[in-house]
């Protein structure tokens, strides 16, 4: 790594974009968040990234030009395949390793033609007929080998429409993240649970990722988040969506009871300034709790299609849409009887941290070669 090398992390979320920018001792050199209010994320980000760059430029008096960009898409999807190499003799193991990732490369380009490969997991590998959960470095010969892997991929037009818009502000994107994926493995590096599912609301949707012994199992997504509670507000009662926004926001500081039974807060201040509004407040607090209920019935169900048995995690509320579930005690019906709920969070700059953290600790391995090989860029590709 070259002296003086800066690390450029922008988290492209629904509701604010994030950008740090560390050098190489991954001390932060600039920071800052800029909020985002328009419906068309993609298209409307980027006056705003520009803004980022331009300040961020002018604050550490340098060039920023390489971006490791962090975002979220309903549109991804999660695919299994286990890959095996049975051998006549003993061979070098990263070799039959790179043999197997070429494998992989070329079966998801078959069936998953529309899909880019944003995430290669090691699940399990078993070598010669010992099961190990992580990639044995030390390991140099192996005669069998069965590996089982997990996949997150982002659809290649998602990614082609941001890529070229960066592109336009001479902007190049060396790394696509997924935000949540790496925000859940920050998450769980402060945790000590086997078994842990993170539910993360996000502005138009919400996505599930199931833990087991700190590797991801699963992930679903569902076309829902915060932005519907504040659309349901704003068409019962009748008023703009800006100001829905501001009066579900309000709770997210308070202390108060949604229940189906009718219950008054007793957060005063929160009910003078909605009372103010001539909104009524258990009918507010029940067009919260429906919609809360919808997502949250909609995504368990969605996984619970696996038969995915809940009784043992421990559920952990992330993202800014869930900073209604903070202080707030919320009476919902619970069919998927979780070990414990609880409510957590990252502050901006930590999740830029959290993409930081990945790149320098979450790579494939990767052979150094002096020529730039089929291999190599085959590595490179699945490394991003």
Do not use: W
């Amino acid at each position: 790594m070259k002296k003086g090398h800066n690390y450029n992390i922008l988290d492209l979320g629904s509701s604010k974009l994030r950008f740090s920018i560390f050098d190489d001792k991954s001390i932060q050199q600039y920071s800052e968040i800029k909020p985002l209010f328009n419906q068309n994320l993609y298209l409307n980000s980027n006056e705003q990234i520009v803004y980022l760059i331009k300040n961020a430029e002018k604050k550490i008096s340098s060039h920023v030009q390489d971006i490791v960009l962090m975002f979220d898409t309903y549109h991804l999807i999660s695919v299994d395949l286990s890959l095996s190499k049975n051998l006549d003799e003993s061979s070098e193991l990263k070799k039959v390793y790179n043999s197997l990732l070429l494998e992989l490369n070329q079966i998801i380009n078959s069936n998953y033609s529309k899909y880019k490969i944003i995430h290669t997991i090691l699940s399990k590998c078993t070598i010669d007929d010992v099961v190990y959960a992580n990639f044995p470095e030390k390991i140099n010969k192996v005669k069998n080998i069965k590996i089982e892997f997990k996949l997150i991929c982002f659809p290649q037009k998602e990614i082609n429409f941001i890529k070229e818009n960066f592109n336009k502000n001479n902007l190049n994107i060396t790394h696509y993240y997924c935000s949540s994926y790496l925000k859940t493995l920050f998450y769980l590096e402060k945790m000590n649970h086997n078994n842990i599912s993170f539910l993360e609301i996000g502005l138009k949707k919400s996505l599930l990722l199931n833990y087991e012994n700190n590797k991801l199992k699963s992930i679903y997504t569902v076309p829902i988040g915060g932005y519907h509670i504040s659309n349901d507000i704003s068409k019962i009662f009748k008023i703009d969506f800006s100001e829905a926004e501001k009066i579900k926001k309000l709770f997210n500081k308070s202390d108060t009871e949604f229940s189906y039974d009718s219950k008054q807060s007793n957060n005063n201040s929160i009910l003078n300034k909605i009372l103010s509004k001539n909104i009524q407040i258990d009918l507010l607090k029940k067009v919260i709790l429906y919609r809360v209920q919808e997502i949250i019935d909609m995504i368990f169900e969605k996984s619970n299609s696996t038969n995915k048995d809940y009784n043992d995690n421990k559920l952990f509320l992330i993202g800014e849409g869930s900073l209604l579930f903070n202080n707030n005690t919320f009476h919902l019906n619970d069919k998927f009887e979780f070990k414990s709920i609880n409510f957590c969070s990252l502050s901006d700059v930590e999740i830029c941290e959290a993409g930081l953290k990945y790149l320098h600790n979450h790579q494939l391995p990767v052979i150094s070669n002096k020529k730039r090989g089929i291999f190599e860029k085959f590595f490179n590709l699945l490394g991003k």
